[in-house]
């Protein structure tokens, strides 16, 4: 090409240029304000927009252009790239983008991009071969890992796996032995609920999983920028414009998210709201308004930021090492997603029954004796009491594994620990990971001599400080680890004192220092990031929060070299693995286990208390979608500290949170040190209403331990699926948008509805009633007959709102003081007829306490056209179980005149016309056999 011909070429560029760019204004008949007050030609022209002062308003606008290309895609986050008065000509000579359209910075660096490059079959499904796009210019934190493998598994007909991960290099991911990994099937599934589409090769990557039975697409990741750097992975999918997603915790916030960051990374702070705070657990539920569900979990324990945005809406993942490791749930019903993630992380533990009984601690008891009198107390006020519990107040100087020689020396405790066991009660206390470093101290030399601790980043022991001063703490990645710690459980049991069960404290790692730290008046040695991490995630609410803040550093080091920054929110998960294995083998029974900090697998060994909060009403309702969010991430036995703990609580304040707490799963009032007594004996009308309430929830143990059971036992296909306790009402009403939002009220099983006050000075409640039949629990009548209504209820001081679903069998249990008492007595069923007649339940029956369930009773209930048949299957539990002595029948149609069990007329038989309830008493039917109770028409045809 000669001067001439490649001068005209250059002059018919610039000219095509001038007449694209001439077009772009021309064309722009809807003007995007480019400018500001008091802009002129020169400074518009300067922006790179268009200038026309002819027309309307604006004058100065942004030009119509082609879409940016995906390296410089407009709803990728961004990163400067230019310099303070850059233009348009100025940035893309630099080879960045340049768009002012949006957020700043308006020029930015382009991103790297993905392309298939191959895409091969496997046996349950295609692994796609990544490979960076030579022509993207620039990076965005750090050089993108290429080539990338993506496997894409059809595991089940309801469980998609997707992995992206370097295949030349192994990176960390989240060990087997603590979160397992199902085993892969020998062939794909063969009726999938969901179908996937992946680009092609030479495009840029993405997948999409779409829903077969409504088209629906579920994750779609051409929302953003695959990103896949060392320290730094990114990931988006788009979400329907009003989304109801749930999960993604730990987070003091309501059940449905909103669009803000949530933040990853175990940290011990007093529930504040929307933080993050002791748990880790990257799993979200969302429900589509078809009333179909699904669910995501990212397999990673690495630090995180998930971002859930409006406008567009979009999820977004930004993680800080591991891999991308996704499994996909198609549900489609809430419960049904919930199980198939169980089915990945593990079923949840069947607790002990006893663990289903109130529980009462404080921080702050001064010795032994005021722990006997509490025990004293509750027995002279009658209110029901399983389990007596002490914080740190027992250690010898704060140091696990010891008791106080002075005030609560061994032997005055093994006699508290022995009328309690003698009494039918039982003891738990609490134990903290940090051992005191005095080389005296026998937990530390044993872990000295087993090298058991983690080491900080040159091999040295790593000392924090937590309550006895300067602290070592065990690594429970180190294979030793576990037998080293039920060593120390073991001494203490058999030396000192024979507790019933552990509480797991300070486990995230919680630390006094920022750090790492050598003396007790010592601040921390600050910390040095692994790599200089790129990216920082919203650590307490903001990036200028450094990782190592009240927790270890991040560079210090476990077994194998594995760094804290990949396995610092797998603490709490492996401690109470720990935990659970050592008490089962001490004490040869089911382990009780309640652990503060968690990770996706922790319901398998120990439930959770949802930490230090507040005695306010706010802390109140927030304890409802904590426990909620529980159910979700597979911990079923989870509560709040009832009354509070920080701050004084008041007379009402404690009122309406004991009727609150009566019904989680895991019930215990607790508060701090330095703060007004607040056991229920404290005040009488706080008395009254415990004996009321938890009278309520002990009549109703049988009912939540067989929950427990369903959602613990190995998932049968045949089975409805199960596999929480307590249930947001949109796990049972899908199709109703009116139950998305609600976290003021909640689900007992399927069939008992709590709608507690929730404000102080307040003596009603609006509760909302889904669809069907509800009756009043207390009165049986009728509350609302066919639902989809709010109601304004009188609910005084002294009254909690419960409602039974028409359709559902209560099994119930006259009760008790303590569990061991109630076990003795009669068993009732509750009977809520729906609008057919019909209804259904079931009942578990075992020892309570047995590691391996042997022996057992399961009876299924099922009622329709006017008759109950008991259906009973199970090896068998036992001759000496109570009989059935009571049938109460709510909705019952007509006026009934008799009634038979196996063809007998019952003579215990009374109809209430009122609210047409009939009870039938004195039954002594066996729990152990199957029976028929007929009633009305149907008891006249049996004389035929």
């Not at 760019?21 to 022209?45: F, I």
């Not at 077969?212 to 697409?217: F, I, Q, R, V, W």
């Not at 706080?686 to 009321?692: E, L, P, Q, Y």
């Not at 019909?838 to 309570?848: P, S, V």
Request: proline share 8%.
């Amino acid at each position: 090409m000669n001067r001439f011909q490649l001068a005209s070429l250059l002059l018919l560029c610039c000219g095509l240029a001038s007449v694209r760019a001439q077009a772009a204004c021309m064309l722009n008949d809807k003007r995007e304000d480019c400018g500001y007050t008091g802009v002129n030609e020169e400074l518009c022209m300067e922006r790179g927009c268009c200038w026309n002062p002819k027309d309307n308003v604006p004058w100065c606008f942004f030009k119509t252009s082609p879409a940016p290309p995906p390296q410089c895609r407009r709803n990728a986050p961004r990163f400067e790239c230019g310099y303070f008065g850059i233009n348009q000509e100025g940035c893309e000579a630099t080879g960045c983008c340049w768009n002012p359209k949006e957020n700043n910075p308006w020029c930015f660096r382009p991103y790297p991009t993905y392309m298939v490059s191959a895409v091969t079959e496997t046996t349950l499904g295609v692994q796609v071969t990544l490979e960076m796009d030579g022509s993207s210019p620039g990076l965005s934190y750090r050089p993108n890992i290429s080539p990338l493998a993506v496997d894409i598994s059809s595991e089940t007909d309801n469980r998609l796996h997707v992995k992206i991960y370097d295949p030349s290099f192994p990176r960390w991911e989240v060990p087997a032995s603590f979160s397992p990994i199902p085993d892969p099937p020998s062939e794909p599934a063969s009726k999938p609920l969901y179908s996937y589409k992946v680009a092609e090769v030479g495009q840029e990557f993405s997948f999409s999983v779409t829903r077969t039975s409504d088209g629906e697409t579920i994750f779609d990741t051409s929302a953003g920028i695959l990103q896949f750097a060392d320290q730094y992975l990114q990931l988006s999918t788009h979400l329907p414009e009003d989304f109801n997603v749930y999960g993604l915790g730990e987070h003091v916030a309501p059940l449905k998210l909103e669009p803000r960051t949530y933040t990853l990374w175990n940290f011990d702070a007093h529930t504040p709201p929307y933080l993050n705070v002791y748990g880790a657990h990257p799993f979200y539920l969302e429900l589509r308004p078809s009333g179909s569900a699904h669910g995501v979990f990212l397999r990673n324990s690495n630090g995180m930021d998930i971002t859930l945005t409006k406008n567009p809406s979009s999820l977004n993942y930004k993680v800080i090492g591991g891999i991308l490791d996704f499994y996909f749930f198609l549900g489609p019903s809430s419960e049904a997603v919930i199980q198939q993630y169980q089915e990945v992380i593990g079923r949840p533990q069947l607790p002990p029954y006893w663990a289903l009984g109130f529980h009462q601690c404080r921080f702050g008891y001064p010795n032994v004796q005021a722990v006997e009198t509490v025990v004293e107390k509750y027995a002279e006020n009658k209110i029901p009491l399983d389990t007596m519990w002490t914080d740190i107040d027992h250690m010898d100087h704060g140091e696990a594994f010891t008791l106080d020689p002075i005030n609560f020396p061994k032997d005055r405790m093994n006699q508290l620990v022995n009328k309690l066991h003698n009494d039918g009660m039982h003891y738990v206390l609490v134990i903290d990971p940090g051992i005191d470093t005095d080389p005296l101290y026998k937990p530390y030399a044993d872990g000295v001599r087993d090298d058991i601790f983690i080491k900080d980043h040159n091999g040295n022991i790593f000392t924090g400080r937590v309550w006895p001063g300067i602290t070592a703490f065990p690594d429970f990645l180190h294979p030793k680890a576990n037998q080293y710690w039920e060593n120390q459980l073991s001494e203490f049991y058999h030396n000192l004192l024979p507790v019933d069960g552990i509480w797991l404290d300070m486990n995230e790692i919680a630390n006094f220092c920022n750090g790492a730290c050598t003396s007790n008046s010592g601040e921390g040695h600050g910390n040095i990031h692994p790599g200089d991490p790129p990216y920082n995630i919203h650590n307490q609410g903001s990036q200028n929060t450094p990782l190592h803040v009240k927790t270890v550093n991040v560079n210090a080091q476990h077994y194998g070299g594995v760094l804290e920054w990949d396995a610092h929110n797998l603490y709490g998960l492996s401690e109470s693995i720990a935990t659970s294995k050592a008490m089962m083998n001490i004490r040869g029974k089911r382990s009780f286990v309640i652990s503060r900090s968690t990770f996706p697998g922790s319901g398998t060994h120990s439930g959770h208390w949802t930490g230090d909060n507040h005695s306010t009403q706010e802390k109140m309702y927030y304890s409802i979608p904590g426990m909620l969010q529980f159910q979700l991430f597979g911990v079923p036995m989870v509560g709040s500290d009832i009354c509070g703990f920080n701050g004084p609580t008041s007379e009402e304040l404690c009122s309406r949170w004991t009727e609150l707490g009566a019904f989680y799963t895991f019930s215990r009032n607790h508060n701090g040190k330095n703060t007004p007594p607040q056991e229920p004996y404290i005040w009488p009308s706080v008395a009254a209403i415990s004996r009321k309430v938890l009278g309520i929830r002990y009549t109703l143990i049988p009912y939540y331990y067989t929950l427990f059971y369903k959602a613990s036992r190995p998932v049968d296909p045949l089975e409805a699926p199960s596999a929480t306790v307590l249930k947001p009402l949109f796990f049972e009403f899908p199709k109703d948008s009116n139950t998305y939002g609600i976290d003021w009220q909640f689900l007992v099983g399927s069939g008992l509805l709590i709608s507690p006050v929730l404000a102080l000075g307040s003596t009603s409640v609006n509760a909302y009633f889904p669809p069907g039949k509800w009756y009043d629990w207390y009165g049986h009548g009728v509350t609302s007959a066919k639902g989809g209504e709010t109601l304004d209820l009188y609910t005084p001081l002294d009254h909690i709102q419960i409602h039974i679903r028409g359709g559902s069998v209560i099994p119930t249990q006259e009760p008790a003081l303590t569990t061991t008492e109630s076990r003795k007595n009669p068993f009732s069923l509750l009977v809520a007829l729906d609008e057919g007649g019909a209804a259904e339940g079931d009942l578990f029956l075992d020892d309570g306490e047995a590691i391996t369930i042997t022996d057992y009773t399961f009876v299924k209930y099922d009622v329709a056209n006017e008759k109950l048949t008991a259906t009973v299957s199970g090896t068998g539990y036992g001759s000496g179980v109570p009989p059935l002595n009571t049938v109460t029948i709510l909705g019952v149609q007509g006026t009934p005149t008799q009634a038979k069990l196996n063809g007998n007329p019952i003579a215990g038989f009374s109809f209430d016309a009122t609210t047409s309830t009939l009870t039938l008493t004195d039954l002594k039917a066996s729990m152990g056999e199957g029976f028929t109770i007929t009633w009305g028409a149907a008891a006249a045809r049996e004389e035929l």
